[in-house]
Antibody, heavy 119, light 109 residues
Framework: QVQLVESGGGVVQPGGSLRLSCAASGFTFSSYGMHWVRQAPGKGLEWVAFIRYDGSNKYYADSVKGRFTISRDNSKNTLYLQMNSLRAEDTAVYYC????????????WGQGTLVTVSS | DIQMTQSPSSLSASVGDRVTITCRASQGIRNDLGWYQQKPGKAPKRLIYAASSLQSGVPSRFSGSGSGTEFTLTISSLQPEDFATYYCLQHNSYPPQYTFGQGTKLEIK
């Protein structure tokens, strides 16, 4: 069965950096695009970034462009999100989610990891 | 950017009721729309993809319809486990940009 397990969340000061990881299993990771989606406390869902199956193309929400970098290591079945210049408004639960080839995004989600940006 | 307007933002209903949630896109998105259910403290779960296709394992009381700019999620007979927050998502944009609706919180009357 598909499993996505995020890690790396925590408390960081404004202006700081953090790297999130998402370990994937139960499917051929190297064949699928992957996403990060976040949810601020008590708020709705916001798409953050997408990376194609081979890492050849990456796309970002305007709110994180230039500060966050999505990457993947297909040899380790792991997705990453490098977050720099963090702001209070980046405080959220961050989910990784799997894409599909033809049937739309986010068919499977991880359990999420909480990032808190606070001094 | 494509905006998604979801309504209502909250809804009170009883077990056995039929419920409809609507999403409107700011421009045509063909059928590039999904519906997601989220319970407190849990990750979202996909219910519907391609506007009207039922995700494997999801009960048949859930259905989706629409194309272009108007979409609906219908729950034919509410069950206790259906009380949750529901989101629509559009994925029609290129370069890829994904937009969720604001969410509909479905509560027990």
């Amino acid at each position: 069965q598909v499993q996505l397990v995020e890690s790396g969340g925590g408390v960081v000061q404004p202006g700081g950096s953090l790297r999130l990881s998402c370990a994937a299993s139960g499917f051929t990771f190297s064949s699928y695009g992957m996403h990060w989606v976040r949810q601020a406390p008590g708020k709705g869902l916001e798409w953050v970034a997408f990376i194609r199956y081979d890492g050849s193309n990456k796309y970002y929400a305007d709110s994180v462009k230039g500060r966050f970098t999505i990457s993947r290591d297909n040899s380790k079945n792991t997705l990453y999100l490098q977050m720099n210049s963090l702001r209070a408004e980046d405080t959220a639960v961050y989910y990784c989610a799997k894409d599909t080839h033809y049937y739309g995004p986010f068919d499977y989600w991880g359990q999420g990891t909480l990032v808190t940006v606070s001094s | 950017d494509i905006q998604m307007t979801q309504s209502p933002s909250s809804l009170s209903a009883s077990v056995g009721d039929r419920v409809t949630i609507t999403c409107r896109a700011s421009q045509g998105i063909r059928n590039d729309l999904g519906w997601y259910q989220q319970k407190p403290g849990k990750a979202p779960k996909r219910l519907i993809y391609a506007a009207s296709s039922l995700q494997s394992g999801v009960p048949s009381r859930f259905s989706g319809s629409g194309s272009g700019t108007e979409f609906t999620l219908t729950i034919s007979s509410l069950q206790p486990e259906d009380f949750a927050t529901y989101y629509c998502l559009q994925h029609n944009s290129y370069p890829p940009q994904y937009t969720f609706g604001q969410g509909t919180k479905l509560e027990i009357k």
